[in-house]
Every structure is written in C-alpha cells, then in structure tokens.
C-alpha cells in the first residue's frame, strides 16, 4: 500500500489528468444542456494540456538557450516545443469556445431553448 500512495504522491500531476479528464467526458456524454456541454469541453481540454505539459517535464532541465559567453551548461535542456504547442492550442480552444457559444446564442434565439432532447423533438430528428 505504500508503494501506491507513494506513486500518487509523485505523480499527483497524471491523478489530475485523470480526474479532470473523467469530469470533462462525463460532463460531454450525461448533460442535455448545451452549455454545460461547452463547459465540459473545456474541463477536458484542459486535462490534456496539463497531460502533454506533465510528460514534457524535465527534471533539472535548463531552458535551452545559448548564453553570449559560449560556455553553455552540460546538463539536460528542456524542450520549448511542448509550451508552444500548448499556447498555440489554448488559443484555439478560446476560439472554439467562443464560436460554440455564438451558436448557442443562435440556437437559443431560434428555439427558445438549449436542451438537447427538446431540441430534437423540435428539428423532427
């Protein structure tokens, strides 16, 4: 029992992943509420960039830049690539927000309303 509370506590950043991920999936699949399904979205997206973030973690790494006087240090550089990555999808993932909830904004002017079921019942699918 000790091994597994101690592998917990270590790695607490991967129980995150999980739990946020599980929340973000549940809250996807179990609401009918458009919104609470956006929302959803985001809690999982973010389980992934703390995911890609967590593995891109190196430790005792120094930033990988060259200093002016040549002499660089001899130990492990940490790879800039994972952080813009994850920058570059953070900004995606407001767009995407941002384009979910204006149509959500039109649906609801339209229908007068953002369950999922009542919704279906209105389009006759």
């Known amino acids: 029992m000790s091994a597994v509370t101690d592998l917990l506590l270590t790695r607490y950043n991967y ?4 739990v946020l991920s599980g929340i973000g999936m549940y809250m996807m699949i ?9 929302i959803g979205m985001n809690v999982f997206q973010t389980a992934i960039f703390l995911f890609f973030i967590t593995t891109a973690y190196v430790e ?15 130990g492990p550089y940490v790879s800039p690539l994972p952080q813009v990555l994850i920058l570059t999808a ?5 767009s995407l927000t941002a384009v979910a909830l204006a149509l959500i904004v039109r649906i609801y002017a339209e229908y007068g309303t953002l369950d999922e079921e009542a919704l279906r019942e209105v389009t006759g699918e």
């Open 15 to 18: 129980l995150a992943v999980v």
């Open 30 to 38: 179990e609401n009918r509420n458009l919104v609470k399904k956006v």
């Open 90 to 94: 953070i900004v995606v993932g407001v």
């Open 60 to 74: 005792g790494g120094a930033p990988a830049i060259l200093e002016s006087g040549g002499g660089g240090g001899g």
